[in-house]
C-alpha cells in the first residue's frame, strides 16, 4: 500500500500562511504610507496656520470712548471781598470751614469809618440848626414885608421900602430850600457812611465750606481801585469737571451723553454724569485747539475736592453682550469711488478743503460767531447729504457730525444728534459699516468674508452680522525670531529663558 505524501499537505500550508502575512504586511505598508500622507498634510496646513496670529470671536461689552482731562471745580462759589478800605482785624474762619448764610467771616477795623460816621452826623445837626435859624429870619422877612406892603397901600412908605421887604423875603425862603438841600445831601451821605460801617463785619453770602483764604489776619485792605478779595466759599456737594476736548474728537460730542471719570486717588472708582455745555469758542495752545466740555456730579460723601485731576471718557456708542472681534483682523470696506470721491464737490463748497490744519486753524480763529455757525450748517447739511447716499462723508468735520449718540447698539445702525451748537444730530443716521476678514474653519481652512460692523474703537469691533461666536479670525502674522522661528510679536526677549523670554543662543 502506498503511503500519503505529507510534504505536499505542509508545502500547502507553508504556501497559505506565505500568502496571508504578504497580505497583511502590503496592508500594513498601505496603511503607513496613507498615514504619512494624511500627517504631511496635517502638518503642512498646521505648518502654514503657524504663521498666523489667531483670535476667536467672543461676547463681551464695547464702548466708543473720547477720552480727555480735566480739573474738578465747585459748581456754585462766591470770592467774598471787601467793600471798604481798612485792616483785617479778625477772620473768624479758616479753609474747611463750614459756613451758613448770614454767619460773619470776618471784620475790618471800624475806627476810621466810625469817626467819618460821627462828624456826618455832626455836620447833619449843624445843618438842621441852621435851617430853624433861617426859617426864623424868613419869617421875621414875612413879617416886614406885610408891613411895608400895608403902609405903601395907606400911601404912608415909599415903593422902594416895598421893593426892599419883599427882596429880603424871598432870600430868607431861598436860603431855607438851600439849607434843606443841603440836609438831604448829608442825610444820604450818612446812609453812604452807615453802610460802609456795616461792611466793616463782612457775612456769608451763601452756605458753604471756605475752600481758600487769600487775605491775612492783620493785613491793609484797600478797596478803591478793586475789591480785595479775603476768601472763597464754595458749595461742595455739586461739583464740576472741566475738560478739553481736542478739534478732532469734539464732534463725538453732544448735550446730555453719558461721561463717567476717574481721579488719580480714586483706586478704580468711576463718578457718573451727563455732559452739560460745550462752549463754543476754542482755546487754541501752540496751534492746538482745544474746546470746554463742562458736566456735574454729586458730591456726597465729599470725596471729590476743588482742583483735582480727572481722567474723562466720554461714551460716544456702547453695547452690551454683542459679538466682538478685533479691530487688527478686520480691513474696513471703503465707499464706493473710494475715500476721496466726491472731494472736488466739496472743496468748492467748502473753501476750506484744501487748507492744512494750521491755515484751517487760522482762518477759524479769525472768523466772527455768525461765519462759524454758517459753517456747522454746511457740514450738517454735507453730512445729511452723504448719509442719504450711503457714503461716507468727505470732510473730517462730517466724520465728527456722523459719530452716534451714546446708544446700546445692538443691530440696528447708530443714529446721531445734533443741537443749535452744531454738535450731532439725530436726523441722519450713519451709513452701515462693512469689512473683510479672513476666517479659519473646522478643517484648518482659510477663507475671507464680508462681515458688518457696529461701535468700533482701536481694539475691537462689534460684529453685527456674517460671523458666529467661537469662529477663528486671523488678527496679524507673527515675527520671526532672531534664531529663525516665529514667536508672537508680544514676546518679551528681556525675560530670561523659561520666562516668556528667547532661548540662550551659545556664545
Known amino acids: 500500500m502506498s503511503q500519503p505524501t505529507k510534504p505536499s499537505s505542509t508545502n500547502s500550508l507553508r504556501q497559505r500562511l506565505f500568502n496571508r502575512y504578504t497580505v497583511s504586511g502590503i496592508l500594513i505598508v498601505l496603511l503607513a504610507a496613507g498615514g504619512y500622507w494624511g500627517w504631511q498634510k496635517y502638518s503642512a496646513k498646521k505648518n502654514e496656520l503657524n504663521k498666523y496670529q489667531v483670535a476667536e470671536v467672543e461676547k ?38 463750614v459756613v451758613k448764610e448770614g454767619d460773619l467771616l470776618a471784620e475790618i477795623d471800624p475806627t476810621v469809618l466810625r469817626a467819618t460816621l460821627d462828624a456826618r452826623r455832626a455836620g447833619l445837626r449843624n445843618l438842621m440848626a441852621s435851617k430853624k435859624n433861617q426859617e426864623a429870619q424868613a419869617a421875621l422877612a414875612a413879617i416886614q414885608y406885610q408891613r411895608q406892603k400895608n403902609l405903601f397901600e395907606e400911601d404912608a412908605t415909599t415903593k422902594e421900602s416895598l421893593q426892599t421887604a419883599e427882596t429880603s423875603l424871598k432870600s430868607a425862603q431861598a436860603q431855607v430850600e438851600s439849607l434843606q ?84 486717588g480714586s483706586q478704580g472708582r ?52 454683542t459679538l466682538l472681534v478685533p479691530t487688527a483682523a478686520v480691513t474696513l470696506t471703503r465707499g464706493a469711488g473710494g475715500a476721496n470721491a466726491g472731494r472736488g464737490a466739496a472743496g468748492a463748497s467748502n473753501p476750506m478743503a484744501n487748507m492744512t490744519p494750521e491755515q484751517r486753524r487760522a482762518a477759524f480763529e479769525k472768523m466772527t460767531p455768525e461765519e462759524r455757525a454758517a459753517m456747522r450748517e454746511r457740514r450738517r447739511a454735507q453730512a445729511d447729504e452723504a448719509a442719504k447716499d450711503g457714503k461716507p462723508s468727505e470732510t473730517p468735520s462730517d466724520d465728527k457730525a456722523q459719530s452716534g449718540k451714546p446708544a446700546e447698539a445692538q443691530g440696528g445702525q447708530e443714529s446721531v444728534q445734533s443741537d443749535s451748537s452744531g454738535l450731532p444730530s439725530e436726523n441722519a443716521q450713519r451709513p452701515k459699516k462693512t469689512g473683510t476678514v479672513r476666517v479659519i474653519d473646522g478643517d484648518n481652512n482659510i477663507s475671507q468674508r464680508t462681515i458688518e460692523l457696529g461701535v468700533t474703537t482701536r481694539v475691537q ?36 529663558p523659561g520666562m516668556g523670554g528667547s532661548p540662550m543662543r551659545g556664545r
Open 181 to 264: 438841600a443841603q440836609i438831604e445831601q448829608t442825610e444820604s451821605t450818612l446812609r453812604a457812611d452807615e453802610a460802609n460801617l456795616n461792611y466793616a463785619k463782612i457775612y456769608a453770602p451763601m452756605s458753604g465750606t471756605v475752600v481758600s483764604v487769600t487775605a491775612r489776619q492783620g493785613q491793609t485792605l484797600n478797596a478803591n481801585q478793586s475789591a480785595p478779595i479775603i476768601l472763597r466759599v464754595a458749595d461742595l456737594s455739586t461739583m464740576t469737571v472741566q475738560t478739553q476736548v481736542s478739534e478732532a474728537e469734539v464732534g463725538k460730542l453732544r448735550k446730555d451723553m453719558d461721561v463717567y471719570f476717574t481721579t488719580l
Open 270 to 321: 468711576r463718578w457718573y454724569g451727563k455732559l452739560r455745555k460745550l462752549e463754543p469758542t476754542p482755546t487754541v495752545t501752540n496751534n492746538v485747539v482745544l474746546y470746554n466740555a463742562l458736566f456735574d456730579v454729586a458730591n456726597r460723601n465729599q470725596a471729590l475736592l476743588p482742583n483735582m485731576t480727572t481722567q474723562v471718557f466720554f461714551i460716544a456708542a456702547t453695547a452690551k453682550d
Open 461 to 496: 469691533m462689534q460684529v453685527l452680522n456674517g460671523l458666529a461666536e467661537g469662529e477663528r479670525v486671523i488678527t496679524g502674522v507673527k515675527q520671526a525670531s532672531q534664531n529663525g522661528g516665529d514667536r508672537p510679536s508680544g514676546v518679551n526677549n528681556s525675560m530670561p
Open 60 to 97: 463681551g461689552d464695547i464702548e466708543d470712548l473720547v477720552t480727555a482731562t480735566g480739573t474738578v471745580q465747585p459748581l456754585e462759589y462766591v470770592d467774598v471781598g471787601a467793600q471798604v478800605s481798612g485792616q483785617l482785624k479778625k477772620l473768624h474762619v479758616e479753609i474747611g470751614s
